[in-house]
């Protein structure tokens, strides 16, 4: 199947501008219509309304519901780059939130996923202290032996003496009791999807700063992102579609 001619209906999000850029300097042709597209590329996420009149169209799109295509956020090299970028975008947001370093600092990493462990590979080149919340034996000893002490999901609920906290788990982690034993001026940053890992009513409540990590790649480094989105796309072609 030789896929050339392509086409980007939805520019909202800039990551799809950069990644519109990319295919073209790798070969690819862009058009501004649908009947002269073999494919069409959709942004993430990719809402159902998006996918009308494409019924007959090979669509490339992030976190979507169609049959006659490829979602690129299943594609293994996509998500780690850009859970890179999520890590960096993250680390970015506390030092324009924070008055100090992260050189000796205590920070939480919830979750040792993808996502986890771009943290916690970025955060040991700046000194700080870090310890992993994760449940699984594999993850606790891969913390470890990268250098970060480990604690178990119940520990969340002692006295805890992180100054940052990133959450990365999907799900609710921090509620009544895990929030009660943070320091007064923690910071947390959510980088879970909706809705969130965090209680905000009662961080809210207690006076605590928890910050919004959603979306994190379009934040900072939004043409690295669409980049990424144009290579995964190349890729697929190449791999599955040649």
Known sequence: MKLKRFIVPFTDDKRMIYAKEYLEKHGFESTNSNEYADFVLLPVPAKDDMFAGLENKLVFYGMGNYKNGYDYMKYESYVLKNAFLTAEGAVTLIE???????????????????????????????????????????????????????????????????????????????????????????????????????????????????????RMPSRYTEKTAGYLIGEAVSDIIEEELT
């Open 96 to 214: 324009e939130t924070v008055p100090y370093s992260f050189y000796g600092t205590d920070v939480l990493i919830i979750g040792y996923g993808r996502i986890g462990k771009a943290l916690h590979n970025i955060l040991k080149g700046y000194g700080a202290d870090i310890t992993v919340c994760s449940r699984s034996k594999a993850s606790k000893d891969e913390a470890i032996f990268n250098g970060a002490k480990h604690i178990n999901f119940e520990k969340l609920k002692s006295d805890n003496k992180a100054q940052i906290i990133f959450n990365t788990v999907p799900h609710m982690v921090l509620t009544k009791n895990e929030l009660s034993a943070l320091k007064k001026d923690a910071v947390i940053l959510d980088l879970s999807s909706f809705p969130g890992g965090v209680d905000t009513l009662v961080a809210d409540s207690l006076g605590l700063t928890v910050l919004n990590g959603r």
